[in-house]
């Protein structure tokens, strides 16, 4: 613990949120990228250059989130509390689910840093625990976000309409597979 005041706290709770929206980005634009058909107007090595950078930048923001989270002396967590999951003393299950989306993201960019040593069926499984890490992120903003909990407008509006867009995504691409499915089964 070194820092006293609110600055530390307020750059929590903004790169909270601020992660929270990257990586909702990012999420939509490899759920897009993977859907990709010819004749869209974005080519697909487009949204994945941009996917890939936004992740990046989400890594950043996640390094300054925990960071300001640990040095912050308002709350005490340690840095092994922001890792290991539901280890910590304070709000051990939200924080253990923002560790665990930790945890679950770090393995997703070292796979993915690595993806030309492992197979595409191997680096895509791995790189689906990008799911669950968003979802835990989630869980974790809603359970320990005391904005959240206040009801207060500017974060919960973002956090919902993050929710609404990967579950739209989500929406998209399975309407792209069925229809895929669909026009296989009937040229078959």
């Known amino acids: 613990m070194i820092a006293e005041g609110p600055l530390l706290w307020y750059l929590n709770r903004a790169t909270g949120l601020t992660l929270l929206v990257l990586l909702t980005v990012s999420t939509v634009l490899g759920v897009l990228a993977t859907g990709g058909r010819p004749g869209h107007r974005v080519p697909q090595f487009v949204t994945q250059q941009v996917h890939r950078n936004l992740a990046l930048l989400s ?23 922001a890792v290991i999951p539901f280890g910590a003393s304070y709000e051990r299950l939200w924080l253990g689910l923002g560790a665990l989306s930790l945890d679950l993201v770090a393995v997703v960019v070292v796979t993915s840093l690595v993806r030309s040593r492992l197979t595409h069926r191997r680096w895509r499984a791995v790189h689906l625990l990008a799911w669950l890490a968003w979802a835990l992120a989630v869980a974790h903003t809603a359970g320990i976000g005391t904005d959240i909990e206040q009801r207060a407008t500017w974060a919960v509006v973002p956090t919902v309409v993050c929710v609404l867009a990967v579950v739209a995504a989500l929406g998209l691409r399975l309407g792209q597979a069925l229809s895929d499915h669909h026009l296989v089964r009937s040229d078959s």
């Open 59 to 81: 890594v950043v923001a996640l390094v300054v989130h925990v960071g300001s989270a640990v040095l912050d002396t308002f709350v005490d967590i340690s840095w092994w509390e």
